[in-house]
Each structure stands twice: as C-alpha cells, then as structure tokens.
C-alpha cells in the first residue's frame, strides 16, 4: 500500500495561493450553506437526540426508501432493499472489494482509470487487467479480450470518465451489459457526476439496461452513487444499488467498518432532497461547471503548444491532456509547483506504464479567471521544458 497521490497533493494544492486544477473539488462557494443550515436546525428540533443515536447499518429507512424512488421508473424497479447508506462511495468501492475480491481475482478497469479504486483494490491482491479506451468510453474489442481473463469484476466510470471525462456510449453500453453477464463478471458502475451534464443526452444506466427488477433475475451490475458532487463532499453520504443478496453481504462488512454512515448526516441529507434542494443546486452547478469547462478549453486552446491535444468532456469535472511525447506529467509538477498551479500527472490513472506524458486537470474548483491564469501558467512550464 502507498498513499494516494492526490490527496498528498491536495495538502499542496488547498493552499490559498495556489491555482488548483489537481484534487476533484466542487466549488465550495456554491454550496447551500444557508439551506444546510436551517435544515441543520430542522432535523434537530424535530428528531433531537434520535439524529444524534446509532443506527441502522443498511441507512435510515427514509433515504433507502427516496433512493429507490428516485431511481425506479416503470420499467425499472428499485426496492429499499437494494439500497445501502455509505460513508461516501469510495467506501462502497472498498467494501465492494472486501466482499468480492480473493487474492489473485481479475478486475477489468479501463485504461485509464479512476485511481482511487486501485488503491482500494491493490490490498486485496486485485490482477488489473487493463482494456484500452477512446472517446466513446471503453472498447468493447478490447473488453472481449480482457473477459477472456475470466474477471471476477469489470470496473468502469460510465458518466464524465475520471480522468479522461469521456461517456460510454449507449451502443457500448448495451455490450458491455450482455458481455459481462455472458462472462459471469460483476460490473461496477461508478456514476458520481451523472447529475452534471452539459450539454448532450442523458443515457440510460448500466443498472437499467440490466435490468433489476423484483419479478424477475437480479442485476449483476453494482451501481454507485454519491451526494458529494451534488450537494456537499464533507457530509460522507453515498450509496450502492445492487442485488438484495450482495447488498446483505455490503451490510455486513460495513458493520465491521464503520457500523454505520453518520445518522446526522444522513437525516440532514434527507431532509434537504425533500426539500427540492437538489432541483435548486444542481442546475446552478451545472451552469458554473459548464462555464468553467468553457473556460479551461478555452485557455487550452489558446496557451497550450500546438501538438497537444486534450478531451472535451460533455459534463463532469475533469478532462485529460495529452503532451507530446518527451515531455514527463510528474517531472513537470515540481515547477508548475512553483509557480503555483497543480494538477494531477496523468500517469497516476494509468496502467502498465502509460500516461506518462498526460495530465489530469479539474475545472470545477477555480473560477474562469483563476483557470485562464493558471493554464497559462502551466503552459508556461510546459514550454521551458520543451
């Protein structure tokens, strides 16, 4: 085990004179903190003490039960009890490993991939077997070969790709849906920025074009999600939908973790989504987020060298830049350091050695100014190393 480089960054990064394009932060000035609050006081005086009390190790009942809501439609039926509360879902990726995973087990992940889910998996001995990935997200050519590795998992962010910022497509979808099942793999999919799209159509989920209903075979896709890219990082509320049986084995280990997902936090959560607050936010952070994205390809366009090229994401927070090929991401980071701006090398992400000449840049965090001056910053860098 090693320490996430990113978030050894952020403790660089989060400094006020720094310009950030590193760590995945939403923009902490849009958050509602005056509606966080007075929901605050809400859950206190109408729960007191029992906000407050140990609870249920699956979630409190009410969020379950608005989370299969929100997610069935009439041909897609979530019950309560394919629903569990976590402490964000970078802890669903860890429990999902601890309960799926043997020494030696094939995980399938895209190449690149998010790189928190390999250091929750490497512990486990996890085999990351790589497929390659373009601009419609995975391959399935290459997804085919990867299956013939007999993977206990397929592992893949099918929304805004952290860090390539890339969709799967519904073609793609559909394939990876029946070519998984055919290979008796899990799939995991990672969906934490489905809410912030740009522009485009919203495309139906792995979860959905499986197929979890009650009448009927349960999934074998693992669908994640989480408040933090919608409301707020710091209150550690994400979630699994999943087969009622995997869900029960989640519980159990979640029980040896943690016991449970903060009960406060969970009771202000809900109360805030029926308020509506996420029908206020969300549209505000996608109309920012968009700006911001503009803004950073714009200044790519403008100060990056010529033979560079870079994703053009349709939602999200992030997009991969491409360098040319003598050029090093984590040799350059020192003197971006420097001069004060920080991203994240693009080798990180991925595997077998690629990458090196890539980096991965957020936009949601810093306002369209600060990300002008910061790319240009960055190019800067680039420029004396070239």
């Known amino acids: 085990m090693k320490r996430n480089a990113v978030r050894e960054l952020?403790?660089?990064?989060?400094?006020?004179?720094?310009?950030?394009?590193?760590?995945?932060?939403?923009?902490?000035?849009?958050?509602?903190?005056?509606?966080?609050?007075?929901?605050?006081?809400?859950?206190?005086?109408?729960?007191?003490?029992?906000?407050l009390q140990y609870s249920e190790t699956e979630g409190i009942p009410g969020l379950r039960e608005w989370l299969a809501r929100r997610y069935s439609h009439s041909q897609f039926q979530v019950r309560p009890e394919n629903v569990l509360i976590t402490s964000g879902s970078q802890q669903a990726i860890d429990l999902i490993g601890r309960v799926l995973l043997d020494e030696g087990n094939a995980v399938v992940v895209e190449n690149p991939t998010y790189l928190a889910a390999l250091t929750a998996w490497r512990p486990f001995g996890a085999k990351f077997i790589p497929a390659e990935s373009d601009g419609e997200g995975i391959r399935t050519d290459s997804l085919n070969d990867a299956l013939a590795e007999k993977p206990k998992i397929a592992y893949l962010v099918p929304n805004f790709q952290n860090p390539r910022g890339t969709t799967l497509s519904l073609e793609r979808r559909h394939e990876l849906v029946s070519l998984t099942r055919d290979n008796d793999a899990v799939v995991v999919e990672d969906d934490p920025y489905r809410e912030l799209r740009y522009e485009g159509q919203s495309l139906a989920s792995l979860s959905e074009l499986a197929g979890l209903l009650p009448?009927?075979?349960?999934?074998?896709?693992?669908?994640?999600?989480?408040?933090?890219?919608?409301?707020?990082?710091?209150?550690?509320?994400?979630?699994?939908?999943?087969?009622?049986?995997?869900?029960?084995?989640?519980?159990?280990?979640?029980?040896?973790?943690?016991?449970?997902?903060?009960?406060?936090?969970?009771?202000?959560?809900?109360?805030?989504?029926?308020?509506?607050?996420?029908?206020?936010?969300?549209?505000?952070?996608?109309?920012?987020?968009?700006?911001?994205?503009?803004?950073?390809?714009?200044?790519?366009?403008?100060?990056?060298?010529?033979?560079?090229?870079?994703?053009?994401?349709?939602?999200?927070?992030?997009?991969?830049?491409?360098?040319?090929?003598?050029?090093?991401?984590?040799?350059?980071?020192?003197?971006?350091?420097?001069?004060?701006?920080?991203f994240v090398p693009g080798e990180e992400f991925h595997l077998n050695g690629r990458g090196r000449n890539t980096l991965r840049l957020n936009f949601s965090n810093a306002s369209p100014e600060r990300i002008e001056i910061g790319i240009e910053r960055l190019a800067r860098v680039i420029s004396m190393k070239c």
């Open 215 to 342: 009448a009927g075979p349960e999934s074998h896709v693992v669908s994640l999600g989480t408040f933090s890219k919608t409301l707020a990082p710091g209150l550690r509320v994400g979630w699994v939908i999943a087969a009622a049986e995997l869900i029960e084995k989640l519980a159990v280990t979640k029980q040896a973790a943690d016991l449970h997902t903060s009960t406060f936090c969970q009771h202000l959560i809900l109360e805030l989504v029926t308020r509506g607050v996420l029908e206020e936010v969300v549209p505000l952070f996608r109309r920012e987020y968009r700006r911001r994205r503009d803004a950073m390809l714009g200044a790519l366009e403008q100060y990056f060298p010529r033979d560079a090229i870079w994703t053009r994401p349709e939602g999200g927070m992030f997009l991969l830049a491409t360098l040319p090929k003598h050029l090093d991401g984590t040799a350059l980071l020192p003197a971006a350091l420097k001069e004060n701006v920080a």
């Open 10 to 51: 952020l403790k660089v990064a989060t400094r006020p004179d720094v310009i950030s394009f590193a760590g995945g932060l939403p923009a902490a000035e849009l958050f509602p903190v005056d509606v966080v609050h007075e929901a605050a006081t809400a859950v206190l005086r109408r729960i007191g003490g029992r906000s």
